[in-house]
């Protein structure tokens, strides 16, 4: 006797096998593999934070062979990396149409090499708009979700009841809950990374401390400029109060990144400052984000 | 549904304090009363009670549900007595019904609640010799600046030619010198404070 | 000579609580029976504070004096032949000597510590008692329970109170004298070091001096400012004025300015 509950039980089932057609178990760090997603044919997305080596990486595909992957480029701003088969190995996940909403059931689909393709189920906890990560990288959106998340689950393909893929499950963008990295963000960081090995960041090279104008105005004070770095370069000085980037007014750190972000690397970016009491306006060009690691 | 007693000796604040838990529809409302002798009888999830401390009594049978206090004339200050008679939030007199509840609701899911004036005096006390801006080592303000790109404690170790256990312990120094809970917290403070460069 | 036990009770008597609406406030000392009372300036931290005596008698103050550099406050309540704490010389307590600090940490009234003296030098007097907030502003004192200190800070372990010397000269000159400006220190240009002013108060001898939020210190009465202690030292000099070389955006050009330092409000 089929009831509701076995149909749904039945469905979620077949949601899994349909996903767990494109995630795969990624070897990449010495304790726990890690999840991937194959987004196209030979190419696999994965969390950046379980990459913890650039060669001798391998993957388990769904069919449950083991093949060497190379690292092509990595974002830590999105957690996201990306590895390149040498072939087309399976067919790739089937992007998600459907519009996130807080309450919609998900599940992560995860592979690991003993036990197969692996599922938690959740529910999508909240959704809103363009996030910066605390490692200053964009999400278009931030979705929160409701799931337990093993230690090799980061990287599994976060799915709409019909199997499709909304994103990619990470446990490093939060502490307080998993995140999912929208499709749409990674379509975005996989082209740049493809074409360019990596993601660029808009950069000024200022330390900018909040600072009281006047009752009313907060503005930003100059405290150190990085030596031949863009804004050096341009003639911004210490002590320099900076009061809109870009034709927006900023009060904090973080419109100043908007700002930047909203420019983009090689462009051009009007800074109103006050020097001295006296206003002055500096054309900055913005400059690629030096990588540490 | 929190199942919430209401303590207090004034009716008036009996009623107020009622109104407040009506307000709210995932507060279902067990009894209201002057005092706290009927809690055993109905086994509340959390209590609500404008008491004197010295009324607070714990139950014969040793299951003390959390209490929500609302202070009367003197604010007293957290004592280990309090949390043994089951006090989770000691809310200030000026207390708002929004804060109220959120007590409630965080006494309910086994949380403490400490209003801020009561943290302050917990909190050591700032050294007037503290600087506003916390000074980090060169050192550290180079593993600041890893860290604002996510970097592992690995990665970190590797690119600095130190071991991954200095590593770590160059991390820990930058949060407690933020005063930062995570390494998210301490570039969210790093970047404000100009340390980290945008 | 007095028992300990009457030491103590004695001291207790002359020690408050003092409330600072909003915030956990600590204790003061009554320095005089007319009723003027010492605590730490950070204790002060709203307009209007209420003393507490020991017998739970509450008044209402009156802060006299603020000295942010020293972090004393003297306060002014309305009583008479209230019972003043004696007031010791800081200048001869010695390490080893036993310490006593009176206060109300985490809230529990007219606790009393013990422990025995560290360390003395012209800005504190070091003991190995155990204090808590609460204890802020409150007494220091010698076997002889004359309060060689106002208890104000814990750093490694130790307690640190301003030496009473610190609160004579105080009372009889006012607080230490300020420029009225935060600062930060930072790298000018080519190495160079100075202090950029985050913030001038209003009506300060920074203010009046006409420097404002951005200029960088660079010297002080000629010679380079490499720290606040080159500038806390300028500052305490004794000197009516105070030449302090800046810069205003451009790096390469030096300017001077003078600040007029004049003592505090007096002392009350």
Redesign the interface.
Known sequence: MVTELSALSNDLASAVERAGRSVVAVHARPRFSSCGVLWRPDVIVTA??TI?RDEEITVTLPDGATQPATLAGSD??T?LAVLKLSAAAAEPAVPSNVEVRPGNLVLAIGRSEDSGVNATLGIISAVSGSWRT???GRLDNYIRLDLNMYPASSGAAVIDPSGAVLGIATA?L??IAAVAIPASTVNRVLDEILTRGKVVRG????????VSVSKHQTSLIV??V?PE?PAAKAGVLVGDILVSLGGAVVA??DD??TA?ESSGVGKVIEADLLRGGEPKRIAITVGERP??? | MIRLLIAAPSAVVRAGLEALAASNPAIELAGSFADLSSVEALRPDVILAALPLEDLAPPADGLAPPIVLLPGESQ????RDMLRLGVRALLSGNASAAEVLAAVEAAANGLAVLDP??L??????????SA??PVLTPRELEVL??M?????N??IAW?LNISEHTAKFHVASILGKLNAA???EA??IG???????? | MLAFGEVAERLRRSTVQVFAK?????SGVIWNADGLVIT???VIRSANPQVELWDGRRFDARIGSRD?RR?LAALRIAGSALPAAAAGDSTAVRPGELAIAIGSP???VGALTTGVIHSVDRKWVRASVRLA??N?GGPLANAQGQVIGIN????NGLG?AVPSREVGEFLRHGARPRLGV?L?PVVVAKGRVGMLILNVEPESPAATASLRVGDVLVGVNGRPLESIDNLSDALDSGAGVLPLQFVRGDPARVRETVAQLRAQAEAA
């Open positions: 950046e934070h913890r830590p701003g957690d605390w490692r200053g490093a939060s502490r950069y000024l090279g200022v330390g900018l401390r909040p405290l150190s990085e770095g904090d750190t100043v990144q930047i990588r540490r690691d | 007293p200050a957290w004592t004036s009561t302050d005096a917990l909190l050591p006390s700032a050294s007037p010799l506003d801006s600046r890893m604002a790109e996510g970097a592992a690995k990665t690119k995570s390494r998210a570039v969210a970047i404000r404070k100009g340390l980290i460069l945008i | 909003g915030h956990g406030g600590g730490n300036a950070h942010p972090d985490l809230g529990f907030p609460g802020s104000t800070a814990v750093m640190l935060e930060q």
